[in-house]
């Protein structure tokens, strides 16, 4: 007789499994971590009855001295600095540092206005 009770079905890249420990065994995990990935949807790993959720992603074109950066993480490793650093110069306004679309990118906050365009509002 088996023991605890019946898994819940699992699915993941390498396909359909009858729960998370079956499913971890089959990629080489450990059953904590195969019922992790499974909660938490990561890696493509989900329970068969939860529908999948979908994550977004915040990947923001940056534009620095140095060109345009599809991401802050690709610009700060271009200029050798680190991710706060870029940050931290878009946020002061440096000269050649902004974000390319900062209303597309969602980086906006009241009113959709971009946040360059906010300080300057304020200006009396």
């Not at 990935?37 to 999948?52: L, N, S, T, V």
């Not at 620095?64 to 870029?86: L, M, N, Q, R, Y």
């Not at 306004?93 to 946040?115: F, K, M, N």
């Amino acid at each position: 007789m088996p023991l605890g009770r019946p898994g819940r079905p699992v699915i993941t890249p390498l396909g359909r499994f009858e729960s998370a420990v079956k499913a971890a065994i089959a990629h080489g995990l450990s059953p904590s971590h195969g019922h992790a990935r499974a909660k938490r949807q990561i890696d493509g790993w989900r329970f068969e009855d939860e529908p999948p959720r979908f994550r977004r992603k915040w990947a923001i074109a940056v534009t620095t001295p140095g060109g345009e950066f599809p991401t802050v993480s690709a610009a700060a490793k271009h200029h050798d600095i680190c991710c706060a650093t870029v940050e931290a110069r878009i946020r002061r306004g440096e000269e050649g540092w902004h974000y390319s679309d900062p209303v597309a990118s969602g980086q906006t906050r009241g009113g959709g206005q971009a946040p360059q365009q906010a300080q300057e509002s304020r200006a009396p």
